[in-house]
C-alpha cells in the first residue's frame, strides 16, 4: 500500500520534515536528510511503479469527476520527480556542510522542504488552479532561501525575484479564470477533453505560457536571473538553476501538447524556439565574459534553457506518436544532464568561494592543486554542459539535430552548434585558470561531504544519463500520455 | 424601484472604487497612498458582497484592508524618511506601464467577453452544489475549501507558513509602537475581546454559513495586532517555542488527517463519511491558531525576543517605553 501511494508519500513527508524542523531547530538537519532519503526512495517506487503500470493517478479525497483535485503521474512527471529528488538530496548533504553558521542553518531547512513540496506538487498537480498555487509557494520559498545569503546584493535580487515571481503567477491565474469562467472545469485531462481553437482559450494559453516564460528566465526575460542565482548561498544557486526554473519549462511543455494541443498555433511554437535560440547565443556569449564562477553558471543557464525551448516547436513538428515521443525522450534527457550538471558546478563553485574567500575567474591559479577533486567535478560538469559524450546532453543534442534535420528545420543546428562551441569556450577558460601556475589560493582542504555530493550529481550526468539512459526511450513511449495510453 | 437604487448605488461604488484605485497609484506621498489603499479595501469587500459572495468579502475586509493596511502601516514607519513615491521614476517609465496596463485590460475584456459567451454545459461549480450535502457541511464554500478541494487549502495554509519564514529569514522583530493613548488602550481592551470571541464565531459558523479558518484566524490575529500598536507588549505573551508549535499546527493537523484517510479510505484526505463533519471542525480550528500566529509574526517582523522571566507577561506594561 504504501508503495502504491508514493505519491502521496513524496509530498507529505518534506511537509512533515519542513514543520519539524521548524519545531526542532536543532534537529534540523538530521530531519531534513532523513526526508530526503525517505523521499529520494519513494520517487524511485514511483518511477518503477509508473514502468510498470502506465500513467498513474491519485484522486486527493477520493472525489471523482473534477470535483476534486487529482494527482497525475506519466514519465516524464515521474522522470522530473526522481531527478528533483536526487538533486535535492545531495544539495542536502552539501548543504549540512556548507551553512556554518546555526542560525542560518536554522532558517535553511523549513524553507529548503517548503521548496522541495512546491516542486513536487507542482511536477504531480493534473489540475489547474491547483498549479497556481503550488507556483506560488515555489516562488516564495525560492526568494526565502535566495535571501539567506549575508550580502545586500542577495536581498536585492530576492526583493526583485519576489516581485518577477509574483507578476508571473498573476499573469499565469489570469490565464485560469480565463480557462474556469468559458469552460467550469479546472481538471486538466477533463480540459484537454473540451477545449476548442476560439479566442478565450487562445488568450488563457497565451497569458499562462506568458507567466511560466518569465518564470522560467526565457531571453529576454531573463534579466532577473544572474542576479539572484549568483548571490544566492551556494546550495540555493543549484536548486534554482537545477530545479526552479526547469519546473516551468515542464509545465509549458505539458500544458501546450497535453492540455491545449487542439489551440496550438504553429507560428506561437516557431517564436518559441526563436527565443531559446536567442537565450544560447546570448547566455553563452555573457557566461563567456562572465568575471565570475558563479555568475558564469549562472548565464550558462539561461543559455541551457534555451535548449529545452528549441524543442517546441520541432515536437510539435512531429505527429502524435512514437516519432514525437522520440523528441520528447530527448528533451527530457537534456532537461535532467542539465539539472545535475549545473547543480554539481554551484555546488562545486561554493566550494571554490568558500575555499579562495572569492570566485573571479581570473584569480583562480592554483585551484586545481588544492581542490583537485572539486576542479575535476567542473571538468565533468564541463563536459555535460558542452554535451561531448558519453553525457546526457550528447544524447539529448544529438537527437535535436537529428530531429531538426527530419523535419527541415535545419536553422536550429547551427544555433546548437554555436552554444556547444561557446560552452566550451567558458568551461575551458575555467579549467584553464584553475590549473595555472599561480599560488594565489594557498593550502586549503575541503571536506568530503562536499566534495562527494558534487561528484555524485556530476557522474549521475555524465556517466549514468550517457550510458544507461537507453530504458528512457521506452519508458516515456509506455507512460506517456502523448502515446494516447 | 428598488432594484433600480441598488443599480445606482452598484455603479456608484464602482466609479468610487476606480477613482480610489487611480488615487492609490498616483499618489506621491506614501502615508496617503497607504490610506488610500485601506479605503479601497474596505469598498472591494463591499462589492464582494453586493456580488454575493460573502465570504470572501469577509476576507477581504479582514485581511485585504485590515491587515494588510497594518503590514503597511508598519513598513512605512519604518522607511518613511528615506523614501518617497515614484520621486526617481522617470514619467517614460510610468508611461509605459499604464500602457501595458491598458493594452492588458482590454485584452483581457475581450478574452472575458468569448468566455462568458461559451459558459455553458456541465460546470464544477453545480456539480459542487449537488454534492455539497455529502461534505459533511452545508456551506458549499467551506466544502470546497475543506473538503472537495482540501489539498489547495493545506498547499493555502503552506504559502502562509512560508511568507513567514521569509519574513523571519529577512530580518529580526521590528521596534515595537509606543504605547499609545489612554483612550485608545481603553477601547482596544474593549475591542480586543470581542474580536477575539468574533473570532471564534466565524470559526464555528463556518460550517453552514459564511466565515471558516481564515477569516477566523484573521480576526484573531488583528486582536493581537491591535494590542501591539497601542503599546501593548503581546511578544511577552509569546515566546519563541510556543509561536513554532503555533506556526506548524494547522498544516501538521491536517497533513496527519490526511495521512490518517490514506491509510483508512485509500485516498489522501478522503473522510470517513460519518465524520466529516468534526474532522474538518478540527483542521479548522488548528488552521486558526496557525493563520493568526503567521499573521501576528508577519506583522511583528520577527520571532519574539526572550523575555526577562521576572517580569509579569500578561498585564499591559506600564515601566517600560515601547523600544524593545
Same mark, same amino acid.
Given at each position: 500500500?504504501?508503495?502504491?501511494?508514493?505519491?502521496?508519500?513524496?509530498?507529505?513527508?518534506?511537509?512533515?520534515?519542513?514543520?519539524?524542523?521548524?519545531?526542532?531547530?536543532?534537529?534540523?538537519?538530521?530531519?531534513?536528510?532523513?526526508?530526503?532519503?525517505?523521499?529520494? +526512495?519513494? %520517487?524511485?517506487?514511483?518511477?518503477?511503479?509508473?514502468?510498470?503500470?502506465?500513467?498513474?493517478?491519485?484522486?486527493?479525497?477520493?472525489?471523482?469527476?473534477?470535483?476534486?483535485?487529482?494527482?497525475?503521474?506519466?514519465?516524464?512527471?515521474?522522470?522530473?520527480?526522481?531527478?528533483?529528488?536526487?538533486?535535492?538530496?545531495?544539495?542536502?548533504?552539501?548543504?549540512?556542510?556548507?551553512?556554518?553558521?546555526?542560525?542560518?542553518?536554522?532558517?535553511?531547512?523549513?524553507?529548503?522542504?517548503?521548496?522541495?513540496?512546491?516542486?513536487?506538487?507542482?511536477?504531480?498537480?493534473?489540475?489547474?488552479?491547483?498549479?497556481?498555487?503550488?507556483?506560488?509557494?515555489?516562488?516564495?520559498?525560492?526568494?526565502?532561501?535566495?535571501?539567506?545569503?549575508?550580502?545586500?546584493?542577495?536581498?536585492?535580487? @530576492?526583493?526583485?525575484?519576489?516581485?518577477?515571481?509574483? =507578476?508571473?503567477?498573476?499573469?499565469?491565474?489570469?490565464?485560469?479564470?480565463?480557462?474556469?469562467?468559458?469552460?467550469?472545469?479546472?481538471?486538466?485531462?477533463?480540459?484537454?477533453?473540451?477545449?476548442?481553437?476560439?479566442?478565450?482559450?487562445? +488568450?488563457?494559453?497565451?497569458?499562462?505560457?506568458?507567466? =511560466?516564460?518569465?518564470? %522560467?528566465?526565457?531571453?529576454?526575460?531573463?534579466?532577473?536571473?544572474?542576479?539572484? !542565482?549568483?548571490? *544566492?548561498?551556494?546550495?540555493?544557486?543549484?536548486?534554482?538553476? *537545477?530545479?526552479?526554473?526547469?519546473? %516551468?519549462?515542464?509545465?509549458?511543455?505539458?500544458?501546450?501538447?497535453?492540455?491545449?494541443?487542439?489551440?496550438?498555433?504553429?507560428?506561437?511554437?516557431?517564436?518559441?524556439?526563436?527565443?531559446?535560440?536567442?537565450?544560447?547565443?546570448?547566455?553563452?556569449?555573457? @557566461?563567456?565574459?562572465?568575471?565570475?564562477?558563479?555568475?558564469?553558471?549562472?548565464?550558462?543557464?539561461?543559455?541551457?534553457?534555451?535548449?529545452?525551448?528549441?524543442?517546441?516547436?520541432?515536437?510539435?513538428?512531429?505527429?502524435?506518436?512514437?516519432?514525437?515521443?522520440?523528441?520528447?525522450?530527448?528533451?527530457?534527457?537534456?532537461?535532467?544532464? !542539465?539539472?545535475?550538471?549545473?547543480? @554539481? =558546478?554551484?555546488?562545486?563553485?561554493?566550494?571554490?568561494?568558500?575555499?579562495?574567500?572569492?570566485?573571479?575567474?581570473?584569480?583562480?591559479?592554483?585551484?586545481?592543486?588544492? =581542490?583537485?577533486?572539486?576542479?575535476?567535478?567542473?571538468?565533468?560538469?564541463?563536459?555535460?554542459?558542452?554535451?561531448?559524450?558519453?553525457?546526457?546532453?550528447?544524447?539529448?543534442?544529438?537527437?535535436?539535430?537529428?530531429?531538426?534535420?527530419?523535419?527541415?528545420?535545419?536553422?536550429?543546428?547551427?544555433?546548437?552548434?554555436?552554444?556547444?562551441?561557446?560552452?566550451?569556450?567558458?568551461?575551458?577558460?575555467?579549467?584553464? !585558470?584553475?590549473?595555472?601556475?599561480?599560488?594565489?589560493?594557498?593550502?586549503?582542504?575541503?571536506?568530503?561531504?562536499?566534495?562527494?555530493?558534487?561528484?555524485?550529481?556530476?557522474?549521475?550526468?555524465?556517466?549514468?544519463?550517457?550510458?544507461?539512459?537507453?530504458?528512457?526511450?521506452?519508458?516515456?513511449?509506455?507512460?506517456?500520455?502523448?502515446?494516447?495510453? | 424601484?428598488?432594484?433600480?437604487?441598488?443599480?445606482?448605488?452598484?455603479?456608484?461604488?464602482?466609479?468610487?472604487?476606480?477613482?480610489?484605485?487611480?488615487?492609490?497609484?498616483? /499618489?506621491?506621498?506614501?502615508?496617503?497612498?497607504?490610506?488610500?489603499?485601506?479605503?479601497?479595501?474596505?469598498?472591494?469587500?463591499?462589492?464582494?458582497?453586493?456580488?454575493?459572495?460573502?465570504?470572501?468579502?469577509?476576507?477581504?475586509?479582514?485581511?485585504?484592508?485590515?491587515?494588510?493596511?497594518?503590514?503597511?502601516?508598519?513598513?512605512?514607519?519604518?522607511?518613511?524618511?528615506?523614501?518617497?513615491?515614484?520621486?526617481?521614476?522617470?514619467?517614460?517609465?510610468?508611461?509605459?506601464?499604464?500602457? &501595458?496596463?491598458?493594452?492588458?485590460?482590454?485584452?483581457?475584456?475581450?478574452?472575458?467577453?468569448?468566455?462568458?459567451?461559451?459558459?455553458?454545459?456541465?460546470?464544477?461549480?453545480?456539480?459542487?452544489?449537488? /454534492? /455539497?450535502?455529502?461534505?459533511?457541511?452545508?456551506?458549499?464554500?467551506?466544502?470546497?475549501?475543506?473538503?472537495?478541494? &482540501?489539498?489547495?487549502?493545506?498547499?493555502?495554509?503552506?504559502?502562509?507558513?512560508?511568507?513567514?519564514?521569509?519574513?523571519?529569514?529577512?530580518?529580526?522583530?521590528?521596534?515595537?509602537?509606543?504605547?499609545?493613548?489612554?483612550?485608545?488602550?481603553?477601547?482596544?481592551?474593549?475591542?480586543?475581546?470581542?474580536?477575539?470571541?468574533?473570532?471564534?464565531?466565524?470559526?464555528?459558523?463556518?460550517?453552514?454559513?459564511?466565515?471558516?479558518?481564515?477569516?477566523?484566524?484573521?480576526?484573531?490575529?488583528?486582536?493581537?495586532?491591535?494590542?501591539?500598536?497601542?503599546?501593548?507588549?503581546?511578544?511577552?505573551?509569546?515566546?519563541?517555542?510556543?509561536?513554532?508549535?503555533?506556526?506548524?499546527?494547522?498544516?501538521?493537523?491536517?497533513?496527519?488527517?490526511?495521512?490518517?484517510?490514506?491509510?483508512?479510505?485509500?485516498?489522501?484526505? &478522503?473522510?470517513?463519511?460519518?465524520?466529516?463533519?468534526?474532522?474538518?471542525?478540527?483542521?479548522?480550528?488548528?488552521?486558526?491558531?496557525?493563520?493568526?500566529?503567521?499573521?501576528?509574526?508577519?506583522?511583528?517582523?520577527?520571532?519574539?525576543?526572550?523575555?526577562?522571566?521576572?517580569?509579569?507577561?500578561?498585564?499591559?506594561?506600564?515601566?517600560?517605553?515601547?523600544?524593545?
Amino acid at each position: 500500500m504504501m508503495i502504491n501511494d508514493a505519491i502521496v508519500w513524496l509530498i507529505a513527508i518534506p511537509l512533515l520534515a519542513s514543520l519539524l524542523s521548524l519545531v526542532f531547530p536543532k534537529k534540523g538537519t538530521a530531519i531534513a536528510i532523513a526526508g530526503s532519503i525517505l523521499g529520494l +526512495l519513494a %520517487s524511485v517506487a514511483l518511477v518503477y511503479q509508473v514502468y510498470q503500470s502506465g500513467p498513474i493517478t491519485h484522486e486527493l479525497g477520493g472525489w471523482k469527476d473534477g470535483l476534486g483535485i487529482v494527482l497525475r503521474v506519466d514519465a516524464m512527471s515521474a522522470l522530473f520527480i526522481v531527478m528533483t529528488m536526487l538533486v535535492v538530496t545531495m544539495v542536502g548533504f552539501y548543504a549540512s556542510a556548507y551553512f556554518t553558521d546555526a542560525h542560518k542553518k536554522a532558517q535553511f531547512w523549513p524553507l529548503w522542504l517548503m521548496m522541495v513540496v512546491a516542486l513536487i506538487a507542482l511536477l504531480a498537480s493534473g489540475d489547474l488552479f491547483n498549479l497556481y498555487v503550488t507556483l506560488e509557494l515555489l516562488g516564495l520559498s525560492a526568494v526565502g532561501l535566495t535571501a539567506l545569503s549575508d550580502n545586500r546584493a542577495a536581498v536585492q535580487a @530576492a526583493i526583485r525575484y519576489l516581485g518577477i515571481g509574483l =507578476l508571473g503567477s498573476l499573469v499565469f491565474l489570469m490565464g485560469v479564470a480565463l480557462i474556469y469562467t468559458a469552460y467550469g472545469v479546472l481538471d486538466l485531462a477533463m480540459l484537454a477533453t473540451v477545449v476548442e481553437a476560439e479566442p478565450a482559450a487562445q +488568450l488563457a494559453l497565451a497569458l499562462m505560457t506568458a507567466g =511560466l516564460l518569465i518564470k %522560467s528566465a526565457l531571453f529576454p526575460m531573463h534579466f532577473w536571473l544572474p542576479a539572484a !542565482h549568483a548571490n *544566492a548561498p551556494a546550495p540555493v544557486s543549484a536548486a534554482l538553476s *537545477a530545479l526552479v526554473v526547469k519546473v %516551468s519549462v515542464y509545465l509549458i511543455i505539458r500544458l501546450w501538447f497535453d492540455v491545449f494541443s487542439p489551440v496550438l498555433q504553429p507560428t506561437a511554437s516557431f517564436m518559441l524556439g526563436v527565443l531559446g535560440a536567442l537565450a544560447v547565443v546570448w547566455g553563452s556569449w555573457q @557566461a563567456l565574459r562572465a568575471e565570475r564562477l558563479k555568475l558564469m553558471a549562472a548565464y550558462s543557464t539561461v543559455a541551457q534553457l534555451g535548449y529545452l525551448f528549441i524543442f517546441i516547436p520541432l515536437v510539435m513538428a512531429f505527429p502524435v506518436g512514437e516519432e514525437r515521443n522520440t523528441a520528447l525522450a530527448a528533451f527530457l534527457l537534456l532537461a535532467l544532464t !542539465h539539472a545535475f550538471a549545473k547543480s @554539481a =558546478l554551484f555546488l562545486s563553485s561554493g566550494v571554490v568561494l568558500q575555499r579562495a574567500g572569492h570566485d573571479r575567474i581570473a584569480e583562480l591559479g592554483g585551484t586545481a592543486r588544492a =581542490l583537485p577533486l572539486t576542479i575535476f567535478v567542473i571538468a565533468l560538469a564541463g563536459v555535460a554542459l558542452i554535451g561531448l559524450p558519453p553525457s546526457g546532453s550528447f544524447l539529448g543534442k544529438w537527437y535535436l539535430i537529428s530531429s531538426a534535420v527530419q523535419t527541415g528545420q535545419w536553422w536550429w543546428i547551427v544555433v546548437i552548434a554555436m552554444g556547444s562551441l561557446l560552452a566550451a569556450g567558458y568551461m575551458f577558460r575555467i579549467l584553464g !585558470h584553475a590549473f595555472g601556475p599561480d599560488e594565489s589560493i594557498g593550502k586549503v582542504m575541503a571536506k568530503g561531504s562536499e566534495e562527494i555530493p558534487a561528484l555524485i550529481l556530476a557522474l549521475t550526468a555524465t556517466v549514468v544519463l550517457g550510458f544507461g539512459s537507453a530504458w528512457m526511450w521506452d519508458f516515456v513511449n509506455l507512460a506517456s500520455p502523448l502515446a494516447g495510453n | 424601484m428598488n432594484d433600480w437604487l441598488l443599480l445606482s448605488f452598484d455603479i456608484l461604488i464602482l466609479f468610487i472604487l476606480l477613482g480610489l484605485a487611480w488615487l492609490t497609484c498616483n /499618489t506621491k506621498e506614501i502615508k496617503r497612498g497607504v490610506t488610500l489603499f485601506v479605503a479601497f479595501g474596505l469598498l472591494l469587500a463591499v462589492i464582494w458582497a453586493r456580488l454575493k459572495a460573502p465570504d470572501l468579502a469577509l476576507a477581504e475586509a479582514i485581511i485585504g484592508a485590515g491587515i494588510s493596511g497594518a503590514l503597511l502601516l508598519k513598513a512605512m514607519r519604518d522607511y518613511t524618511e528615506q523614501t518617497s513615491l515614484s520621486s526617481e521614476t522617470s514619467r517614460f517609465y510610468v508611461w509605459g506601464i499604464n500602457a &501595458a496596463s491598458l493594452a492588458l485590460f482590454v485584452l483581457l475584456a475581450w478574452g472575458l467577453w468569448h468566455a462568458l459567451e461559451r459558459s455553458d454545459g456541465v460546470r464544477l461549480a453545480e456539480n459542487v452544489l449537488i /454534492t /455539497t450535502p455529502e461534505s459533511g457541511v452545508s456551506h458549499p464554500v467551506t466544502a470546497v475549501l475543506l473538503n472537495f478541494r &482540501a489539498y489547495d487549502t493545506l498547499l493555502e495554509l503552506a504559502v502562509v507558513f512560508t511568507a513567514v519564514l521569509v519574513v523571519l529569514a529577512m530580518g529580526t522583530k521590528q521596534r515595537d509602537f509606543g504605547k499609545g493613548e489612554p483612550i485608545l488602550i481603553a477601547m482596544v481592551r474593549w475591542l480586543a475581546p470581542i474580536l477575539i470571541v468574533t473570532s471564534g464565531y466565524l470559526l464555528w459558523v463556518g460550517a453552514h454559513a459564511p466565515g471558516g479558518a481564515f477569516q477566523a484566524g484573521a480576526m484573531l490575529a488583528a486582536a493581537f495586532i491591535l494590542m501591539s500598536m497601542t503599546g501593548v507588549r503581546v511578544d511577552s505573551m509569546l515566546n519563541d517555542s510556543s509561536m513554532r508549535w503555533l506556526l506548524v499546527i494547522g498544516i501538521g493537523v491536517f497533513t496527519i488527517t490526511g495521512i490518517v484517510m490514506l491509510l483508512i479510505n485509500g485516498h489522501f484526505l &478522503a473522510y470517513s463519511k460519518e465524520l466529516a463533519k468534526m474532522l474538518i471542525l478540527l483542521i479548522e480550528a488548528a488552521a486558526t491558531l496557525s493563520i493568526a500566529a503567521a499573521l501576528t509574526l508577519a506583522y511583528l517582523g520577527g520571532m519574539p525576543k526572550p523575555q526577562q522571566k521576572t517580569q509579569s507577561a500578561v498585564k499591559i506594561d506600564k515601566t517600560e517605553e515601547g523600544t524593545s
